[in-house]
């Protein structure tokens, strides 16, 4: 019986869904739970019901998983960034390591070695990489800016599906200095009248607070989404941000949040020491559009960015530039993708969808000539300007979309050219048919895929597998501890060649 909006019912959570909500049965009715643990018997209100599956939300915990643990931030729940505060981590974990066999199993058609199968044709599925420390390990930060009911302007989080400000200043899985710079920003504006953005008036001047912070470096840039190009006081500003950012790195902050939050700041404050303002600059966003971002970048003082590394290689980071958030994650996946591709020094390897040439550095090194191929020219720029930071001379790098472009070099060369290694990275909807077809034609021995999204990874495999290819391993790595997503490196080989 399908229950009516408002109903309570009593259910138990037996499985988590691809975005991380529980999913339990009323009556054989499917029910999703935002917040809801496997394990956990609740009272929940139904929010909305359709034929065969609704929403609710939790009431009550009649009875909590074994799974539970008190969330650390004090806005969980409400804020939309975090969907698995309320489950422990190694539960995290294995909910994600499942997730991405499932697709692979499901979607791919692909039937994975069993445990202590070792000497077979079939590919084998590695255990998830997860981290020691799950808070705190995000280098970049975007603030909307708002005023709460009072008036009073805030910095926050949106709530999920919707562009409601929750009003905090602290934030798990961020860097810490951060709490820092959005009150000395907040206390900029108030004291000069200075307006936060309107989006239904499209008015007003300060839209986000974008922050970098360089793991290795201790680097922080501060970046201001304006409906403008300038604001009052830029330079004083500047002055109160370097000096905010200087003390954090030798005192502690002051804060409300949690014991075990304040816990998890102190044990990383040691990779926070020696933090530094390296830059204060703006970016113009003067369209009527969700998009954060405008492309304009004004400098106000100092640098328009930061330096980072990876491993031992640096990259110039800027706030246009597409980098990982989590950097000691980064390097595991990076490592284990130069893992899969079995470099020795002679391959001609293609990186697709490079970024400011992340992967393609690290690849470079080991390889004979690496070509980097990325639709935003700014990346482009950034990665060729690594390269050369980097004393790296066998990388090239091309604008446009990887989809567009291994095509027309392919075509170009009448069908001749080949790639020993081809490397993707794509976005979240995965790889266009022509591009991998493209990928088949060039007959690469090794494919290298790094995904964010576990389905279209799947989709993508079983494309590979039905024109030569085969998987050979698939390593889910955790990259955004407390959140639904999760990255995969996996291998195929032409010709069963390993």
């Not at 708002?146 to 860097?175: E, L, M, W």
């Not at 990982?324 to 293609?350: D, S």
Request: with cysteine.
């Amino acid at each position: 019986m399908v229950p009516k909006k408002n109903e309570l019912v009593t259910i138990e959570i037996t499985d988590i869904g691809s975005g991380g909500e529980g999913i339990g049965r009323a009556d054989g009715f499917t029910l999703f739970v935002k917040g809801a643990v496997v394990g956990d018997v609740i009272e929940a209100k139904v929010l909305k019901a359709k034929k065969t599956y609704g929403y609710a939300k939790i009431e009550k915990i009649v009875r909590p998983s074994e799974h539970r643990v008190e969330p650390v931030c004090p806005v969980a729940g409400r804020c939309g960034g975090c969907q698995l505060q309320s489950m422990s981590y190694p539960a995290q974990l294995a909910w994600k390591e499942r997730k991405v066999r499932e697709c692979l199993e499901r979607i791919g058609g692909v039937e994975f070695a069993q445990d202590g199968e070792s000497e077979t044709d079939k590919p084998h599925f590695l255990p998830i990489l997860g981290m020691e420390d799950s808070l705190a390990y995000r280098n970049k930060a975007q603030f909307p800016v708002g005023r709460d009911k009072n008036g009073k302007i805030v910095t926050g989080f949106y709530a999920g599906h919707s562009h409601a400000i929750i009003p905090s200043t602290t934030c798990a899985i961020q860097a810490p200095v951060n709490e820092v710079i959005c009150k000395i920003v907040c206390e900029h504006m108030e004291q000069y009248k200075i307006a936060p953005y309107d989006e239904e008036t499209h008015t007003g001047l300060v839209r986000h607070i974008l922050t970098r912070v360089g793991a290795a470096t201790g680097e922080v840039l501060v970046c201001l989404i304006l409906n403008g190009k300038s604001i009052p006081k830029a330079e004083v500003l500047a002055e109160r941000l370097e000096k905010a950012v200087e003390a954090f790195s030798v005192a502690k902050t002051e804060n409300e949040a949690s014991e075990d939050l304040k816990d998890a700041r102190e044990a990383n404050r040691g990779e926070m020491a020696g933090l530094v303002l390296k830059g204060l600059c703006l970016n113009v966003n003067k369209e009527k559009t969700n998009v954060i971002l405008g492309r304009e970048i004004i400098p106000v003082w100092g640098d328009t960015y930061i330096t980072d590394y990876i491993g031992d290689v640096s990259f110039r980071i800027s706030p246009l530039s597409f980098y990982q958030v989590n950097p000691k994650q980064t390097k595991v996946l990076y490592e284990k993708a130069l893992e899969f591709a079995g470099l020795t020094g002679n391959e001609i390897v293609w990186d697709l969808y490079c970024g400011i040439g992340t992967i393609s550095l690290f690849l470079a090194k080991k390889a004979k000539q690496v070509y980097g191929v990325e639709i935003v020219p700014q990346a482009i720029e950034d990665a060729k300007q690594n390269a050369i930071r980097n004393g790296i001379e066998n990388a090239e790098f091309f604008v446009g979309a990887a989809e567009d472009v291994l095509p027309a070099k392919y075509k170009e060369s009448g069908g001749s050219m080949r790639a020993d290694v081809i490397v993707v990275d794509p976005p979240r909807k995965g790889c266009d048919e022509a591009l991998l077809q493209t990928v088949v034609n060039m007959e690469p021995k090794r494919v290298v895929y790094v995904s964010c999204d576990p389905a279209t990874l799947a989709r993508d495999v079983k494309y590979l597998e039905g024109n030569g290819y085969r998987l050979v391993k698939a390593q889910p790595v955790d990259m955004f501890p407390m959140t639904e997503h999760v990255e995969t490196c996996v291998l195929l080989t032409k010709n069963f060649c390993n």
